[in-house]
Structure formats: structure tokens, C-alpha cells
């Protein structure tokens, strides 16, 4: 007998209220967090307050800065022509690259002293090894000509100058540039500012000009007086030495910088011991290198200053710091008839872009909590709003850790979840809501709601998160910049489903019973539900119940009848009712027209036709202008080159000056001061100009980016002549078709040449070839005899002969030739002079020559598809037959469509097997899930039809929320599917079991639909023009979730109708 116990019973501690739920037996995360409020909220204020934290430490620009796979090397061969650039630069690096791994693509060309090769890599290449194998690559040729300078091999990103900042006045081009330069300097002082740089001025040169005739006189050449100019201007250390105590430099100064110092250099020594010095023999000019380069501004000359943004750079502070510094110290101490001006500041337009979408999203976020309002109790719908607001907190402390930026890619992309997010708070809020209307209470009712419903949740989350995975696979430039896309989407639903899973059920475990409401507020809330739910109540028993009926009793005619009007659908796009437009220009404030001259015509003719072209401009803004007044517009002309927009399709362009083309650039004011657009004031100016006099071609402009043309051919043949022939056939072409403007090619007669060739007479004076053209080039382009740093410029020191010794023909012909034995002949008895044509730029792709034909297309005649396939079928296939060995390829826009294309359809497949994989394990089935898939086109007829009735183009964005929209009829059929089965293991007939299942669910999905549709319905009927390029991806989620919606109400119990007598039918076979 056990002796008795006499111990003190140890007091236990009471159980928590509800914590029975979670002993009794429903164990899990979802469990515990409902139980555990601290849990809960902890989860929910972490993700609250970092997102905060993130969001406003996230940097801000228009466009993400990307790697777009390409590298480029730039070789400067000064003086040298392009037939030589080619042959002696750029096939060199072409065939030395070829071994570097992952190359995909070379684009080259030569122009006049400077050759260019871009390489392409495929996706997936590692760029920091590409770009250090290209380096060692061009390292190892040692081959390059003499004159050719150190080649420069950098990776090509997105960057863009995000601030222009324009230095003008009557002041001198001197004057103008040093004014620019320590303003340049005074911006890259600023803290926010790591990299800016100056265009549209010429670089500084001192010319040595030696009449012929003095060097005559003195027995020299040109070779001669470089050679004395460099050994009479130095700086060499010559080390150090020690005096026990300290040590002292030794250096020897001679370094000349100025033109009084090259004056003083002694040339040579008379044999009487008198030094003959620079001064008395040349002219020495401190000014600017000969080039083409001329730049106005409201008609004053004119130097630009361009800030860009770096990686973890904010485009707004760095505008702000600049515009402060500017208005602080600079403006103040301008000197007299000099000013500046703020050309381009991407911060505003930033600015006004984002405040349109956050007021757009916050007006779609306040109607979808209206809608689950009436839907749903107060409390409930304002959980669920929360939990909104938690997933999107979330989503910027994802994107602070991944580097993604806020831009315009990434609030498309917040636009984009909000109408498709809410979906899983939703089913879990409504199971919840269900198991309380069956008397379960509090805490069972949350856990049992969201145990219930959690698996077939996850599983369709996971299929919407594999729809948009397959925008991770976009190939080239635009899969790149907008890759944070399906990022921060996927990261939004991710957050979404922890939220609902984990935080929303403890919020709704602790809601107290509905009662009646005090306040008159309230009262109306309550009646306006009362009426929603009666009249749902209405459309299940009542409409819904007879097309389920129908579509039960008659599932095939349901299915054909669906069929013909995906056949219908279809053939909007094929009749072009609704135009397929790859990439919508994106509107900006400036518009441009770019001129090219025929080759060989001066700057100043060049400039007189932009002159012409700006009055044009002017008329436009005079007829536009309010109360008779013009509008008040900055112009920014540019002789010698082009504008350049930023093309993120295309590499950066390198070409130096020439004075056959130019630009005009108008600055409209800001679109809330102009009651028309870019495009209009476009066209209108283009109408206005007309045909100019001797203009090769002209191209004009409204783009804020430049995303590649949609006509853009690269045409190649083996024979240079033929190759023209058939470039001209191809622009005649283009030129015959309606709505196809603004034809261009790269291809120009070129430019007239004088070719010398040696005659035989030259050997029996021992004349080489190589001592003919060396002093030929230092006539008439000159010899470089030094460089010199001069502050912040490397400025080069070229002898030459006077310029009216080679300004024409005739002097050519007349220049004496030194010959070894120190004798001279005229050129012409030892050369033959031929004049002939030469390209002013040689094009090549994949080590072959091309010409490039573009051209643009207005879309309310014509689309570039339609272009393009119209070209291929009937010009480009004849004149492959007339041509054998002719090839093309596209390019620009036409290209990334046509990548994009053939890579999107295997990235489609893989998604949809493995949406199957995460649709067959929780239904275990295998037929089932090709149900749910097969209803997935469903979303399509909606959104051609969105197009079609608000008048938009299809475009890339619209494929974009077609794959929102699938995500939604993913999830709504799977649910659909997993109530019929439920219905059915209740023990309903097959029949009776659809029809049960889809009534349970049409709340619901009513519900997803009306809040997906509300959330992106702002920005649907947002009429201004800098979210335009933004409709067409809310026009195809909002019309296609609603007629999708409408549809698999009968097609998804159509086809689980025809699985059930498919398997009955097979159960009576085999009995």
C-alpha cells in the first residue's frame, strides 16, 4: 500500500481562451496563428512597417536601368576613311570576337575616323565575363594601324540622361563652354550627382598652319615641324635625389599649353646660329577642331549639359539637388546675355506619371472595399482591404531587397495586382463568413473556414503565380527593363495568400455577431446589403439556376455556342476591326524632326533648311495658340547631328559630326497648358513643312522613348552595287503604301572622293607608298605632333598646311612631293588623281554589309505587322528570286516582336503543364484540371471586345493582363471544381452536384469579378495621355474578367457535366 501523498498540488495555469481549437486537434500554422493574436499582428506590423520604411527609401526613375546583353567597342581612327575603318578596325574586332561564349549577334560600322561593333549575347550570358573576354579579345590584336587610338569596350544598359540642363547666350562658343564647364563641374560637386556630361560644343585644337613655301624656303616638311613641336614641349621627370635630411624631385618643365607658348618653339637653326621660332613661320590658332557641330538655342549658341541617374540613384533628389544648385549659384552669377534653361527634367513628367497611377489605384482600391462592402460586412470587407494594404507594404520591402526601383514598370505592375489580388482574401473571407452563417462561432469558425479552403487557395495562387512567371522569360531589351513586372506581381500574391492564410483569420476569429446598426450610417450600409443579397439570392435561384440547368441538360450546345463566339473574337483581329500594335508610342513634351542633306552638303546650307523647318514649327504654335497669342515653346537646333531619343530596343549610336544632317527640337509647354497633343502638333508640322528643297529625308518625332521603328529592314547582298538597287526597289516599295511615312535608308550616293594612285614613275625616285601618303595626310588633314592636357580636356596639337592651300581640287594636284633624295615633284607626275564616290558609313551585320530601310506607320490606317507581312509576302519574296544570295533580317520593333513571339509559345506550354501538375494534385484527377484550362481563352473574348468599343490597339501590355486575367478564371474555375466535387461526395447526383457547386460559388466569383473590374476601372477610363500606353493592359483585365466571368458560369459546368456522363457512359460499357 503506497504511502500517502502529502505534496502542495502545483497550481495550473489557466488555457488561454479558444485554445482548445488547437488541442483538439486542428494543429498547424493556420491554427496557431489564428489562436495567437500577438503572432498575427506582430506579422502584420513587420510587413506594414518595413514596406514604409522600403518605400520611401526606394529610388524613383521612369524606365529600371538593365543589362541588355550587348557590348560595344568604339576604335577612333582619326582621318581615316570608312572603306579603311572597315577594313583595318572593324572586321579586325569581328573576327577576333567570334570565339568570346554566348555571342549571338554583331552589329558594325565604319564611318569617317571612328569604327563601331556591337555584340548581342544571349539571355542568360554572364555579362561581367563577356565583357572581360571582349576586352582580352580586342587586347590580343596588335594589328590596328598606327594612327588608330586605344579601343574603348563598355557594357550598353538602359541608362538615360534623366536632366538637360541648356548654357545659350550671345556670349562666344569660348566663352559659352568654359561657362559650361564649371557648371558641370559645380553639378558632379553635388552629393546626389555622380555622372554628367557636356554635348553640342566642339572640341578644343591648336592648328600650326606652315605655308608651302616657307617650309621651302627652309628645307622642312611638315613631319619636320611636328617633330620639333613635340621635342619643344614636354614635361619628364627625372627622379629624385637625397640629401640625408629629405628628398627632392627633379623635373624638367617645357609643357606648352597656350599659343604664345608654341610660338616661342625654335624650329630650326639657321647655320649663322640664328633660331628660327614657330611664330615666324606659321600661324598658330588656339580655337576649335574643324567640325560640322553646331548647336542654337531660341536662336543663340547654345551647349547642353545631360545629368544621368546611376544605379541606387533617386531621379527625383538628384533633379531636385541640380534645380537647387542651379537656381542658387549659378543663375546669380551669369554674366550679361547669358542664361540657362531646364530643356528636359524627367523628375516632372516622373512626378506626374506615378501621381496618376496612385491616384488611379486609390480610387480602384476605395471602390473594390465598397464593393466588398455590399458584398460582405463592414468589419469583414475592411479586414480584407487591410490585408490589401499589408501584401502591397510588403511588396516594397521585397523590392528594396531584389533592387527593383519605382517606375513606371513597377506601378503598372501594383495596377495590375490590385484587380487581381484580392481574390484569395476574398474565398478565404467568405468560407469564414459561410461557416458562421452555420452557427459555428469565433475562433472555429476562422480556423475551420481557412483549413478548409487553405489547399485548393495555395494551389491557385501558385497556377496565377506560374501564368505570370512566364514574363520572366521574355527574351531582349523590353524582357529586361520590364522584368520587375512579374516580380513584384508574384511578390504581391505570395504576401497576399501569407495574409490570408496566416493574419486575416485571427482578425476575423475576434469579430463580434452582427447586430443591428445605431447610427443611421450604418442602417443604410445594412439595407443597402440586405438588398445585394436579395437580389443575389434572386439571380442564383432564378437566371442562374436555369442556364446551369441548361447547361447541363445541353453542355454541348453550350460548349459549340462558346466556340463560335471564340471564332468571332478572333476574327476582330483578323479583319483588323481591332489593330495589333507591338509597342504604343509613349507621348512626351518634345517633339523633334531629324534632316539628312545628300552627302557633302555644308553645315550652313544644312542649317538654312533647319531654319526653315523651325519657322514651320513656329506657324504651327501660332495657329494652335489661345486669344490669338502663340504658345510659348523653346526650340533647340542642332546642325551636324541627330536628336537621339533613348531606345532601350537599340544600342547607343556613335558617330561623329557631318554636316549633311541636323535636328529641330520644339519643347511644348506642359500638356495641363495646351489643349492638344504631341502627336497632333506632330502632324501638324509635318503638313505645315512640306516638302523642303534638296532634303534627302525627313523624320519626325513625339516619342518620350524611342522603342524602335515598326517598319525597320536590314537588307544584305554579296554585291555592294546590287544590295542599292534592291534598297531603292524596297523604299520605292514602302513609299507606294498607304499610311507608311517617313521612309528612310542609310544608304546615300556618297560622298565624292579623290583617290590617289601611285604611278610607276614614283619607284625610280624611291617614292613608297607609305612616305607618299604620310605626307599627303599631314597637307591636308595634318599630322598630330602632340596632346596636351589642358584642365579637364585633352587638346590635340595638329601642323597642317594653310586652308587655302587645301580647299580645292587643284591644290591636290599641285602639292610638291619630297622625295628621299630631298628633291620635290608635283603630285600629279607621280600620282594618278581619280575622282569617285565614297559611303559616308559602311553597315554591317553578322560580317556582312547592310542597308537598313525604316519607316513609320500611322496605326488608324495601318500597322507595322501588317506592313511587314505584306512586304515579306509579295516584295521581299521576288526580289529574293531576281537576287540570289539577297537575305534580310528586321530589326527594332519588328524584331523584339518576333523574338517575344517565338519565345513566348514554349514558355506558354511549360506554364500550362506545370499549372496541370498543380491543378491534378489537389483534385486528383487528371481530367479536371484541362477544364479549368480549357476555359482559360475565356478571358480573351472579353478583352478584344474591351478593345474594340474603346477604340485601343492590341498590344504587349494587352497580353500582359490577359495573364491577369488568367490568373483569375484559374482560380474561379479551380474553386468551382472543388465545390462540384464536394457537393458530389455529399452524395448529389452528378447533375444536381454542378449545379450545387457553381450556385455555392457564384458569390464568390461575382465578387472577385466586380472588384477585379472596379479596381482597374480608373485607369481604363483615365483619359490623359501620359497613362495611355497603360489602357489597354486595364482594359484587358476589367472587360476580360467580366465576360470571362459570365462565361465559365456555364463552361466549367458545361465540361465537368460531360466528364460525368463520359464516365458514366464508360462505368454502363464496362458493366
Known sequence: MNPPDNSVPTPTRPSPPNSGIVAGGRRGPIAFMAANPIAANLLMGFLLFMGLISAIGLPQEFLPEASLDRIQVVVPYPGAAPQEVEESIVRKIEEQIQSVEGLKRTESSAAEGLGSVITEFRQGTNMSRALADVKAQVDRILTFPAGAERAEVREVTSRQSIFRLIVYGSASERAIKELTYRIEDGILALPEVSYAEISGVR?????????????????????????????????????????????????????????????????????????????????????????????????????????FRTAGEDVLDIAQAVRAYIDAEVVASLPEGVGVQIWRDDSVDLRGRVGLLIENAMLGLLLVFLALALFLQIRLAMWVAVGLAVAFAGTFLVMQLLGISISMFSLMAMVLALGIVVDDAIVVGENIYAEREKGTQGLAAAVRGTQRIAGPVIFSVLTTVTAFSVLLTVPGPIGKIGLSIPIVVIA??????????????????????????????????????????????????????????????????????????????????ATGLVRYEFLPQIEGDIVSANIEMPVGTPSERTADVAAQLEAAGQRVLEALGRDS?????????????????????????????????????????????????????????????????????????????????PVHLELSHPDPDRLARIADEVVAGLESMGGVYDVRTNHDEGVRELQLDLKPAARTLDLTLDHFARQVRAAFFGTEALRVQRGREEMRVYVRLPEEERDSPADIEDYLVRTPQGGEVPLGQVAHVALARSPTTIHRLDER???????????????????????????????????????????????????????????????????????????????????????????????????????????????????????????????????????????????????????????????TSVTTFLGVAPLMLETSVQTQHLVPLATSVGFGVVVATALLMLVVPALVMLQFNLQSWRKKRTA
Open 203 to 307: 572640341n578644343y585644337e591648336i592648328s600650326i598652319e606652315v605655308p608651302l613655301d616657307r617650309l621651302r624656303a627652309l628645307g622642312l616638311t611638315l613631319e619636320d615641324v611636328a617633330f620639333a613641336v613635340r621635342q619643344g614641349s614636354l614635361e619628364l621627370s627625372a627622379g629624385k635625389i637625397s640629401t640625408g635630411e629629405e628628398e627632392i624631385r627633379v623635373r624638367t618643365l617645357g609643357q606648352n599649353y597656350e599659343q604664345f607658348d608654341f610660338e616661342d618653339i625654335i624650329v630650326v637653326t639657321r647655320a649663322d646660329g640664328t633660331a628660327v621660332r614657330l611664330g615666324q613661320i606659321a600661324t598658330v590658332r588656339d580655337a576649335f577642331a574643324d567640325s560640322d557641330l553646331l548647336a542654337r538655342f531660341n536662336g543663340q549658341p547654345a551647349a547642353r549639359i545631360d545629368v
Open 492 to 573: 504581391v500574391l505570395m504576401l497576399s495568400l501569407l495574409e490570408s492564410l496566416l493574419v486575416l483569420p485571427n482578425h476575423l476569429a475576434h469579430l463580434p455577431a452582427p447586430r443591428e446598426p445605431r447610427w443611421r450610417p450604418g442602417r443604410a450600409v445594412r439595407q443597402a446589403q440586405e438588398a445585394v443579397n436579395r437580389l443575389l439570392r434572386r439571380i442564383v435561384d432564378g437566371p442562374l439556376d436555369r442556364a446551369l440547368r441548361f447547361a447541363t441538360a445541353a453542355p454541348a450546345v453550350v460548349l459549340a455556342a462558346v466556340a463560335a463566339l471564340m471564332l468571332i473574337s478572333m476574327t476582330i483581329v
Open 629 to 709: 497669342e502663340p504658345l510659348p515653346a523653346d526650340v533647340s537646333v542642332t546642325v551636324g547631328q541627330a536628336a537621339q531619343l533613348f531606345d532601350p530596343l537599340g544600342g547607343d549610336a556613335v558617330e561623329l559630326p557631318r554636316g549633311h544632317i541636323g535636328s529641330v527640337e520644339f519643347k511644348l509647354p506642359a500638356l495641363s497648358q495646351r489643349d492638344f497633343t504631341s502627336t497632333e502638333f506632330q502632324n501638324l508640322w509635318r503638313e505645315e513643312t512640306g516638302t523642303l528643297p534638296e532634303v534627302r529625308s525627313l523624320a519626325f518625332s513625339a516619342g518620350a522613348l524611342g522603342l524602335g521603328l
Open 849 to 1007: 554589309r547592310v542597308i537598313t530601310v525604316t519607316a513609320s506607320v500611322d496605326n488608324a490606317v495601318v500597322t507595322g505587322q501588317a506592313v511587314n507581312s505584306n512586304l515579306e509576302r509579295n516584295l521581299l519574296a521576288r526580289l529574293g528570286e531576281d537576287h540570289p544570295g539577297f537575305t534580310y533580317a528586321y530589326g527594332g520593333e519588328q524584331r523584339q516582336q518576333r523574338e517575344v513571339n517565338a519565345a513566348l509559345p514554349r514558355s506558354v506550354f511549360f506554364a500550362f503543364l506545370v499549372m496541370y501538375v498543380l491543378m491534378a494534385i489537389p483534385f486528383g484527377s487528371y481530367a479536371q484540371p484541362l477544364i479549368v484550362m480549357t476555359a482559360i481563352p475565356l478571358g480573351l473574348v472579353g478583352a478584344l471586345a474591351g478593345h474594340l468599343i474603346l477604340g485601343l490597339s492590341l498590344g504587349f501590355s494587352s497580353i500582359q493582363g490577359l495573364i491577369g486575367v488568367s490568373g483569375v478564371v484559374v482560380n474561379d474555375s479551380l474553386m468551382m471544381i472543388k465545390f462540384i466535387n464536394r457537393s458530389r461526395e455529399r452524395g448529389l447526383t452528378p447533375r444536381e452536384a454542378v449545379i450545387a457547386g457553381a450556385k455555392a460559388r457564384f458569390r464568390a466569383i461575382l465578387l
